[in-house]
């Protein structure tokens, strides 16, 4: 059965880090981060290709959250650096084909996991 789970949310503070993990039960092609907040829709955050050759970012992330890959592990990592509290959102973790920013173009996603930044 094909799985993502997610970890490493939490509560941390207006400029601090927090690094995300996403395990993979399965060979992803593509993986890619978006998260939620309340009463909002769901934002793409990260993407990349399992290869290692494209990767895409929102523009409200670039520069401060990097996504990486451990492929032996099929592990997807996203580390955040100068969390802002708008960053306060479910952070979860999809499987697809493409490095879109579109959430129906994934096919798998994890359950999620709360990263709260506090001001």
């Known amino acids: 059965q094909a799985q993502l789970v997610e970890s490493g949310g939490g509560l941390v503070q207006a400029g601090g880090s927090l690094r995300l993990s996403c395990a993979a039960s399965f060979t992803y092609y593509t993986m890619a981060w978006f998260r939620q907040a309340p009463g909002k829709e769901r934002e793409f955050v990260a993407a990349?290709?399992?290869?290692?050759?494209?990767?895409n970012y929102a523009d409200s992330v670039k520069g401060r959250f990097t996504i990486s890959s451990d492929n032996a592990k099929n592990t997807v990592y996203l580390q955040m650096n100068s969390l802002k509290p708008e960053d306060t959102a479910v952070y979860l973790c999809?499987?697809?084909?493409?490095?879109?920013?579109?959430?129906?173009?994934?096919?798998?996603w994890g359950q999620g996991t709360q990263v709260t930044v506090s001001s």
């Open positions: 999809a499987a697809g084909w493409h490095t879109s920013a579109r959430p129906y173009d994934y096919a798998y």
């Open positions: 990349l290709r399992r290869s290692g050759d494209g990767t």
